[in-house]
């Protein structure tokens, strides 16, 4: 039973529009969400988060947005850049000391030039 | 700073053998964790340790897999014997407060068992 979803296995998107990552979870207790980027050959490495009292967050060119009731997330990359290309992991959690997260299977995003 | 050390990166080895992944994790770093990563999937967490102690332990399969970080520094994942399903990838990573969030990822071992 996969507690977070990431329905689209990949994406592609011109440079310069904006890309957009799906993320459903299905845990209501999960209150706390990260969002992972992996190149390939290297470890993931941490991109942005949120948390349940939030319902946006943002980070230069990264913008999560959290829409609780609906169980879903979705991270925005405005604009998109060929260096963006990686797969993509959504992570949730609840919050706290000890907690351990639950990956998605990942979305592999290609940027074109 | 350095990162997360894995070694060996790859190791190819037939059915029934044992094997073994080192992880040296970042100074300082007091938890550890061992994830486990099948093709097209998200990391699993098959161990996760505070200092030398393992605090969650519930994903490892113990009949074949064993962890142990003695000093609570660098940390060994075993499998013994391997099986054709534990072709994956390794990953281990570490934090400094238990939040996961800040959890540094290393390159990871990728394993093939033939």
């Known amino acids: 039973d996969q507690q977070v979803k990431q329905n689209s296995p990949s994406l592609s998107v011109q440079e310069g529009r904006i890309s957009i990552l799906n993320c459903d979870y299905t845990?209501?207790?999960?209150?706390?969400f990260l969002w992972y980027k992996k190149y390939p050959a290297e470890g993931p490495t941490f991109l942005i988060s949120i948390s349940s009292i939030k319902d946006k967050n943002e980070d230069g060119r990264f913008t999560v947005f959290l829409n609780k009731s609906a169980k879903h997330l979705s991270l925005h990359i405005v604009p998109s850049q060929p260096g963006d290309s990686a797969v993509y992991f959504c992570a949730a959690s609840r919050w706290g000391y000890g907690q351990n997260f639950v990956f998605g299977p990942g979305t592999r995003l290609s940027v074109l030039p | 700073e350095a990162g997360v050390v894995q070694s060996p990166r790859y190791k190819i080895i037939e059915k029934k053998q044992p094997v073994a992944f080192w992880c040296n994790p970042i100074s300082g770093h007091n938890t550890l964790y061992w994830y486990l990563q099948n093709l097209g999937q998200g990391p699993e967490l098959l161990i996760r340790?505070?200092?030398?102690?393992?605090?969650?332990d519930s994903q490892l399969p113990k009949d074949r897999f064993s962890a142990e970080r003695l000093k609570g520094v660098d940390s060994t994942l075993k499998i013994q014997p391997a099986e054709l399903g534990d072709s994956a990838v390794y990953l281990c990573?570490?934090?400094?407060?238990?939040?996961?969030?800040?959890?540094?990822f290393g390159p990871g071992t990728r394993l093939t068992v033939l």
């Open positions: 845990n209501s207790m999960f209150d706390y």
């Open positions: 340790y505070e200092n030398e102690e393992a605090v969650d």
């Open positions: 990573a570490s934090s400094s407060l238990g939040f996961a969030d800040t959890q540094y």
